[in-house]
């Protein structure tokens, strides 16, 4: 059973504008939080994290917002760039754990 | 900056064939892990190592066994592989226990005929 879950498969977005990817997840003890980029026939490369006891964590474009009574975790990218067109994975961990739990991952397709 | 490489990027092999794909890092991290990324499915864990010869079964263990005879080196064995095995293979290394972020590799697309 998937622990974390990303419903959004894709996400197609306008050049400039903002990209919001969702993340939900279900195991209470996750602390920590992770976002991943990949792109083809790459390997994931990680972005940005941010633990349970912050509900923000800002980095250049990137931001991530924890809403823990919701177990929900979101990633703004603003503004969206070409570049920025990638699959984005979720992944959550307990804070003592050496597991990252991931999503199922959101296809970012950044349209000129 | 942290360095995890994998010994093939493409790999196609017959189905009973035994499977080997390695992985180096070289940040002196003590754990390592291997991964298979399969689309809609996102990354699920196969087995992890925490220290040198120690290894743990992840979600999907079957079918699959690890070596880590040295601390920047970690094997996936493929016994007897099969068609379900054909998947990008993605190997991380990470330091210690606590908040740190896994690094990857750049994977191995593994297909069996």
């Known amino acids: 059973d998937q622990q974390v879950k990303q419903n959004s498969p894709s996400l197609s977005v306008q050049e400039g504008r903002i990209s919001i990817l969702n993340c939900d997840y279900t195991n209470s003890m996750f602390d920590y939080f992770l976002w991943y980029k990949k792109y083809p026939a790459e390997g994931p490369t990680f972005l940005i994290s941010i633990s349970s006891i912050k509900d923000k964590n800002e980095d250049g474009r990137f931001t991530v917002f924890l809403n823990k009574s919701a177990k929900h975790l979101s990633l703004h990218i603003v503004p969206s760039q070409p570049g920025d067109s990638a699959v984005y994975f979720c992944a959550a961990s307990d804070w003592n754990d050496y597991k990252l739990s991931f999503g199922a991952g959101t296809t970012v397709t950044v349209r000129a | 900056d942290v360095k995890v490489t994998q010994s093939s990027r493409y790999l196609v092999k017959r189905t009973g064939e035994k499977v080997f794909l390695e992985c180096v890092q070289d940040?002196?991290?003590?754990?390592m892990f291997w991964y298979r990324q399969d689309p809609g499915l996102g990354l699920r864990l196969i087995y992890f190592s925490y220290d040198v010869k120690m290894k743990e079964k992840g979600d999907i263990p079957e079918g699959y066994s690890v070596s880590r005879e040295k601390k920047e080196r970690f094997s996936l064995i493929l016994e007897s592989a099969s068609t379900n095995q054909t998947s990008m293979y993605l190997c991380?290394?990470?330091?210690?226990?606590?908040?740190?972020?896994?690094?990857f590799g750049p994977g191995t697309r593994l297909t069996v005929t």
């Open positions: 991380a290394s990470r330091k210690g226990t606590g908040p740190y972020e896994q690094y």
């Open positions: 940040m002196d991290h003590e754990n």
